[in-house]
């Protein structure tokens, strides 16, 4: 009905931007949501990074001003055999200097490891035999004053982690010494979870190897397996370190998840509401619109005289509605007037006509008799039928082609599909058709019926009645300035005498040899001596057909085909 179609259209009309926005906007809070993330995932882990290497480069500034004290490195390496005085003297300027208080039970975060072995141990002094087997202390020892060393992994002391790092001590050329400053990790610790741990969050530390180190805490205060945490589940930022740890930052993506689904509930009440209001107004405005209309044909429906009687028609107001029943009115008045003259003409001329419609038999009596046998079919649900129907339909549509004799080449390949198909019907054959063409070439035009002949050939002389996979292979490309098709079948294929029959016109009618005739004549006029086609056979191994053409457009071969009249 009329008012269901406005209706429909009025609610897709309508429903159709109000979709759009509201995809719009889901789509625009998900990311909204997400950079929101992003962004705070980047300025909790900046902050983190930058108050952990503050207190890293504290504690290096420290060692770099141990190391370069001139005091130090000129009496390290003294012998204090006989002065023992003097030993201490040294010590307690150097407790003076560093003035580090005791971190937990490590005695100093800076301990000096001195080669010379008349030096006492103390407070910041240890002997070398500590640090032996130590990797890092050894490139430390090759190391420029300079150069920082870290221990790969955290150091242990009294159950306790630290960051730990190497620096040579020199004086002159010669190494008089290993500094350790050890970086208590409870410090790095601390600053992680009271600044990096984000809204429904956990932070982490890795070593350099990527193994995870500072267990990932929730808010709720429950430890998660950092081996677990994946991008796939978790939002993630992560960044290094001056001792090449690496800090991770992340928040679940079920908690954007919830904040976006929460979002698009409220899009989605908002569209269900709207779908409603408009419901309701499409339906009221699509009868205001249609009331007249429908009323006017219900009185078509019940009073048939209303066609054969114009004047039954009663037409009242001045809308859009009248007007099409004045416009109908008259319409009806015609036809009527147009019925009774032709009625008498056609009682008068009966004979007349018969032989005009006898003389008007053409395509399109063809293509109206198969859409009624087509329809007929689909009535009775007879698929096969149908499509041999649409076969048919479309490989005259194609063959015919209004009498013109020049096809493009996608036409010639397509009517070779549908000719297929007919057969596939026509044989109750399963005939595989496999077309490998050149895209640049399906432009191009060639003459009509170019390669049908070929394909039927295969088709009835060397595939019908074969049992095994019957196939036919289509190959098309070019060839500097020719196109070239290679026709293929796995039939039953033909002995040397045959093909040299058919190649030079002494053909035998069972092989189908008038086509194959037909197609060489015709390119031989149209394109010229040195094109044509070759036939490659052999009994029990298929057939291989292969035609040569120029390659032209269709006004070129136009002219071709009046040049040649004119020759002929």
Same mark, same amino acid.
């Given at each position: ?287 205001? /619109?249609?009331?007249?209309? @429908?009323?006017? =044909?219900? %009185? #078509? $429906?019940?009073? &048939? ?5 114009? *004047?039954?028609?009663? /037409?009242?107001?001045?809308? @859009?509605?009248? =007007?099409? %029943? #004045? $416009?109908?009115? &008259? ?5 009527? *007037? ?231």
């Amino acid at each position: 009905m009329i008012r269901n179609k406005i209706f429909r259209n009025l609610i897709l009309f309508t429903s159709v931007p109000f979709l759009i926005i509201a995809v719009y906007l889901s789509v625009y809070t998900y990311q909204k949501n997400t950079m929101e993330v992003r962004g705070e995932l980047t300025d909790k882990l900046n902050r983190t990074v930058d108050a952990i290497n503050e207190t890293i480069v504290k504690y290096i500034d420290k060692s770099s001003y141990i190391i370069t004290n001139k005091y130090l490195i000129n009496n390290i390496d003294k012998d204090y055999s006989y002065d023992l005085e003097q030993m201490f003297y040294f010590i307690d300027n150097v407790n003076a200097m560093i003035g580090e208080a005791y971190t937990g039970n490590v005695k100093s975060p800076y301990i000096i490891h001195a080669y010379n072995e008349k030096l006492f141990e103390g407070k910041f002094f240890e002997s070398m035999a500590g640090l032996e087997g130590h990797e890092a202390v050894a490139r430390a020892r090759l190391a420029a004053p300079t150069e920082i060393v870290w221990e790969p992994e955290p150091t242990i002391k009294n159950d306790l982690p630290y960051l730990t790092f190497y620096r040579n001590i020199v004086n002159t050329t010669n190494s008089v010494g290993i500094l350790e400053v050890n970086i208590p990790y409870k410090a790095l610790e601390t600053i992680m979870d009271s600044m990096g741990v984000p809204d429904n969050g956990i932070i982490y530390s890795s070593l350099p190897d990527g193994r995870p180190m500072h267990k990932a805490n929730r808010p709720d205060g429950n430890e998660i397996d950092p081996g677990r945490v994946s991008a796939d589940d978790y939002f993630m930022a992560s960044s290094q370190v001056k001792n090449g740890s690496t800090i991770t930052i992340a928040t679940p993506r079920q908690a954007v998840y919830l904040k976006n689904a929460l979002a698009f509930a409220v899009v989605a009440a908002s569209f269900l509401a709207y779908i409603l209001v408009m419901l309701l107004a499409s339906r009221m405005t699509a009868q205001k /619109i249609t009331n007249n209309m @429908e009323n006017f =044909i219900n %009185k #078509l $429906k019940r009073n &048939d005289d209303m066609l054969l009687h114009e *004047e039954l028609i009663q /037409i009242k107001g001045s809308d @859009e509605v009248s =007007i099409l %029943k #004045l $416009k109908f009115k &008259d319409l009806v008045s015609r036809m009527n *007037e147009m019925y009774k003259e032709m009625m008498s003409v056609k009682l008068e001329n009966n004979a007349m006509e018969v032989e005009l419609l006898q003389a008007r038999i053409n395509p399109h009596l063809l293509y109206n008799s198969l859409s009624v046998i087509k329809w007929t079919a689909l009535w009775n649900k007879d698929r096969n039928t149908v499509e041999l129907i649409d076969a048919m339909t479309k490989y005259y549509r194609t063959a015919l082609n209004k009498g013109n004799n020049i096809i493009s080449i996608s036409s010639e390949l397509d009517m070779i599909r549908e000719y297929v198909k007919i057969n596939r019907f026509a044989h109750s054959a399963d005939y595989a058709l496999h077309i490998d063409v050149q895209e640049e070439i399906l432009a191009f035009h060639t003459l009509k019926h170019l390669l049908q002949p070929i394909v039927e050939n295969a088709v009835l002389h060397g595939l019908n009645g074969l049992e095994e996979e019957a196939r036919i292979v289509i190959n098309g490309y070019l060839e500097e300035r020719d196109i070239v098709f290679e026709v293929i079948d796995n039939g039953r294929g033909m002995d040397r005498d045959t093909v040299g029959e058919l190649l030079n016109f002494s053909y035998a009618a069972s092989f189908g040899g008038y086509g194959i005739r037909n197609v060489m004549k015709r390119i031989q006029t149209y394109y010229g001596g040195d094109y044509g086609l070759r036939i490659e056979s052999a009994i029990g191994s298929g057939t291989k057909v292969t035609v040569r053409i120029k390659a032209l457009s269709e006004e070129q071969l136009k002219e071709k085909m009046r040049s040649s009249t004119a020759i002929r």
